[in-house]
């Protein structure tokens, strides 16, 4: 996810949001007329010269994100898409809706289930000095855009089953109700956006998808393009299109942008449960039900059991390893979040294993200005030996990661960092959620793929280029 907006006193408040919002929508809805596909998928990165700041950037949005998934906030076709990577630390993809099509870049996000764009001439978009462009969906270009109707059951994705309650201008059997569905407010970790429900074509390859229910946001912060929410709720982009899996291939990052790409899979045929030949799998683990935390319901529960840090195993506390009934405790998996958290019980476990195992000279001054901690000095050495990490999950499935996914190199190489993030460099720790979030930078050079009608996640390791 994109990195941090200013501290909050610089911030709008919630309520100039919601003015905002209102004025911006009214001027919206006055003016409005009643076999697998591949897409490109890239890495995000606003790049500074400053590989420092970089990182510290990319450990404060980590954070944010991280709390934000353990303590959110609440209001059939088969087609491959290119994946950008980008410097802010999320990968994009590019989707083309209307008619004719308007193609935009969406993050690719596995921790949300609203697909949004930014939208309208009048998009507003606080605190995004990190993009120089934001491009919008323009609803009267396209003959197929629809405002999304209130007593439509798809308005209930958004709102829950009893958002008919609110449509007050209308009676529930009336077949002629002009009331819009209810205005959206959607918080993430680095931000907010707001707008209205369309009904829009969605435009993939060979194929047109009418009546997709897509996000027309006219005001957000901290925000640097559109989302692609692709979990487990029903208006995520998967959910939508019937998709039996999906899968991606992350480009490994240089905490830059860049025009290269690997794909997203969206494979809506695959009817039996035949594995993917060279994939490993590990079974999804069940999500828990919070009553005021819908997001728990759409976020990809793993069964981690283990964690071997070379080659020992790190006791981790048994309360942490699945999810109980309040939603404390588990592992998800996360497209949105750039390097891997762990609750701090956990992190203080796994990185004193590293710790005593590579011995060199800590570097306080670099773990200072970074966020990232253990770092080591290793000028000097004739040989440079670290420990490998291994994540072991439910099923026997291994992810033995290379070392590119978990340290970072820095001062010309003679300092080593682990980029594996816990509570104290952004703000309070918030109790409950996932203990573990497994980020995209851990991914890199991973073929993932989440196989929804089997309940399953499989990898392997391979070049993603």
Known sequence: MPPPPPPLSSSPSLPCFLFLLSLLLFSLVSSSPNSPIAIPLSASNPSTPDPYRNLRNLVSATLIRARHLRNPKTTTPNSTTPLFPHSYGAYSISLS???????????MDTGSDLVWFPCTRRYICRNCSFSTSIPSFIPKSSSSSKVLGCLNPKCGWIHGSNVQTRCRDCQPTSPNCTQICPPYLVFYGSGITGGIMLSETLDLPGKGVPDFIVGCSVVSTGQPAGIAGCGRGPPSLPSQLGLKK????LLSRRYDDTTES?????????????????LTYTPFVQNPKVAGKHAFSVYYYLGLRHI?????????PYKYLFPRS???GGTIIDSGTTFTYMRG??????????EKQVQSKREYEVERITGLRPCFNISGLKTLSLPSLTLKFKGGAKMELPLANYVAFLKGDEVVCLTIVTDGVAGKDFSGGPAIILGNFQQQNFYVEYDLMNERLGFRQQSCK
């Open 345 to 354: 019980e956990i992190f203080d476990l796994v990185t004193a294993e590293f």
């Open 308 to 316: 071997a840090v070379g080659g020992n195993h790190v006791k981790m």
């Open 262 to 278: 690997s794909s997203l899979i969206l494979d809506g045929e695959s009817d039996s449960g035949r594995k993917t030949a060279g």
């Open 326 to 328: 309040d939603g404390d």
């Open 246 to 249: 999906f899968s991606y291939c």
């Open 97 to 107: 809706f209307g008619t004719p099509p308007q193609t935009l870049p969406l993050i």
